[in-house]
């Protein structure tokens, strides 16, 4: 593909936490414009260190980062990347803090300028985007687990990034809820990567899947998707598919 279009680029990135084994090991990444990238791995393959790592929140210890076309390294570097990437965390509750939906998600608008108006007018279209409206005056700590989840990504979504990278933003939703968040990324006109344990949901959502394991992407074995359906006599049961 064009390295034009290269947005962000991992070459040899290598990270591990106090006391344990690498998180990361010598991975790469090359992820460009116009890219649906799903990944699926075991917990603790390191996906989300990943994700941490190009937000600048975490620091390798070897290997070079480079996003939109720079290398970039120290926390003045990661101000600007924050600024055009928004990054959805696993635990809504990592995201929320405002005592009211409208305040949590005006919040980045206003934190980047925009007027008062400016910030309410695209808070509103961003909860109706996700199927939200209604929600303004609602507050945040007593919404269920599912609508704390569309109304993170609408936080996310409303600060306008250029990419997105969204850590399991299906997990725990109901098939309702659910069914909004696929709309609702069906519509966006952006580039994300895109982690979740769900192929259903992958194939729906995302161009291609790749496999991540013990710190690595394995770019030479991705994954084609695609939904199935059966039934289950006594309701769900949990299982898993192999590609």
Do not use: W
């Not at 399991?168 to 006109?189: F, M, R, V, W, Y």
Request: net charge negative; glycine share 8%.
């Amino acid at each position: 593909m064009d390295q034009n279009n290269l947005i962000i680029n991992l070459s040899d990135i290598s990270f591990a936490y106090p006391g344990s084994s690498k998180a990361l090991d010598k991975l790469n990444l090359q992820f460009h414009q116009g890219d649906r990238l799903g990944l699926i791995g075991p917990n603790g393959s390191g996906k989300t260190t990943m994700f941490h790592i190009i937000m600048g929140l975490l620091k390798p210890s070897s290997g070079t980062i480079e996003i939109f076309g720079r290398q970039v390294n120290g926390e003045r570097d990661f101000r600007s990347v924050r600024e055009r990437i928004g990054l959805l965390f696993q635990d809504a509750d990592d995201q929320l803090f405002s005592p009211t939906v409208l305040e949590d998600v005006a919040f980045g608008p206003l934190n980047l300028g925009r007027s008062q108006e400016e910030a309410k007018d695209i808070a509103q279209s961003t909860l109706e985007l996700l199927g939200l409206s209604g929600f303004e005056d609602r507050i945040t700590y007593k919404l269920s687990g599912g609508e704390k989840k569309l109304v993170s990504l609408a936080t996310v979504l409303a600060m306008e990034p250029e990419i997105l990278l969204l850590d399991e933003p299906s997990n725990g939703l109901d098939d309702n809820t659910k069914a909004k968040l696929t709309e609702a990324l069906s519509q966006l006109d952006l580039s994300y990567i895109l982690i979740s344990h769900e192929i259903d949901f992958l194939s729906e959502t995302t161009d291609s899947v790749c496999e991540m394991r013990n710190g690595k992407i394995l770019i030479d074995k991705e994954v084609y998707v695609h939904p199935h359906y059966h039934r289950h006599p006594h309701g769900t049961v949990p299982h898993e598919h192999k590609p």
